[in-house]
C-alpha cells in the first residue's frame, strides 16, 4: 500500500522539512497487548466474588481516566473505580472493591506480549532515530509491561504519564520525553492508536504523528477524525520502512473528509 502524506501543500518527507530523528511511541495496545482482555479478567473476576456483572467492562474503560488522576498505583485505581461503578448501579461500594481485588490477582501486569511486527519495527527504527516511550497509566503497572517484553533494548527513555505529570493529551509528557532525548519537535514523530490522547496531544507538543489505526473499530475509512494525524498506517509493523521518508510503502493517506 503506497505511504501518502494527507494531501496538502507539505509534508515532514518534503526536502524542506528537517528529517525525523526521534521517534516516541505509545505502549498499551501500541506496542504490547494483554495476552487476556480487559473484559475476559473483568468477568473471571464477577465468577471469583460471586456476583453477577456488576458493570460492563465499557463502564470500567470511561472512568479509567478519571480515576488515574487520582490514585498512585493500578491497584488503588481499580479499587477506587470499581466502587463507584458498584455505588452508581446500586451496590455496595465494598462489593465493587472485592471485584478489584480478585480482577488485581486475576490480572498479572507482567502477562503481556509484543503487537505483531514490533520486535522487527523497533530493530529497524533504532538503526538510525532516537526511540521512547510516552504512556499513560499507573507508573507499577506500565513498568512491569515493559520488563516483562525487554523493551530497554531500543528505548532509551520512558515517560509514564498521569501521576506527577498530567496525561495525554496534555504536551507535558511529551515535552519531558523530548528534554531526556535532547530532541526537536520538528524532528520527532509520536505513534500511538488513540487519536484523542495520542495524536491530539503530540499536536499540542507540536510533534508530528501517526496514527496506528489497526483495530477493527478504528480502521475504517468512514471513521471520524477530530485530530488530523501527520500519518496513518495500518499497523505498527508498516513502520519498518517509515512513512516519513519519501517513497516509503509503509504507510496510507487520510481519508478526506
Given amino acids: 500500500m503506497p505511504a501518502t502524506p494527507p494531501a496538502d501543500d507539505a509534508s515532514p518527507a518534503d526536502d524542506a522539512a528537517p528529517a525525523i530523528e526521534t521517534v516516541l511511541f505509545d505502549l498499551d495496545d501500541t506496542l504490547v497487548e494483554y495476552r487476556r482482555s480487559p473484559g475476559e479478567v473483568l468477568q473471571a473476576s464477577f ?15 470511561g472512568r479509567f481516566e478519571e480515576f ?15 466502587a463507584a ?53 499507573a507508573p507499577d503497572a506500565q513498568q512491569r509491561k515493559i520488563d516483562a517484553v525487554d ?63 489497526d483495530r477493527a473499530d478504528r480502521a475504517s475509512d468512514d471513521v471520524a477524525i477530530e485530530h488530523d494525524p501527520t500519518y496513518r498506517v495500518d499497523a505498527v509493523a508498516d513502520l519498518r520502512t517509515p512513512p516519513w521518508r519519501t517513497g516509503s510503502p509503509s504507510g496510507r493517506s487520510l481519508p478526506s473528509r
Fill in 151 to 213: 523493551l530497554d533494548r531500543w528505548i532509551e527513555t520512558t515517560v509514564v504519564a498521569g501521576d506527577e505529570l498530567p496525561a495525554k493529551p496534555s504536551p507535558a509528557p511529551f515535552e519531558r520525553a523530548l528534554d531526556a532525548l535532547d530532541a526537536r519537535p520538528e524532528t520527532t514523530v509520536h505513534v500511538g492508536d488513540s487519536i484523542d490522547s495520542d495524536v491530539a496531544g503530540a499536536a499540542a507538543a507540536g510533534l508530528h504523528s501517526v496514527w496506528a489505526a
Fill in 68 to 82: 488515574a488522576e487520582k490514585t498512585e498505583s493500578m491497584a488503588e485505581l481499580r479499587a477506587e473505580c470499581f
Fill in 47 to 61: 465468577e471469583t466474588v460471586g456476583v453477577e456483572e456488576l458493570f460492563p467492562v465499557e463502564a470500567y474503560y
Fill in 85 to 137: 461503578l458498584a455505588a452508581d448501579r446500586g451496590n455496595d461500594p465494598d462489593l465493587g472493591r472485592a471485584v478489584a481485588d480478585a480482577f488485581d490477582e486475576e490480572r498479572d501486569q507482567s502477562n503481556v506480549e509484543l503487537r505483531p511486527g514490533v520486535a522487527e519495527t523497533l530493530d529497524a527504527l533504532a538503526a538510525d532515530h532516537r526511540l521512547g516511550i510516552v504512556t499513560n497509566g
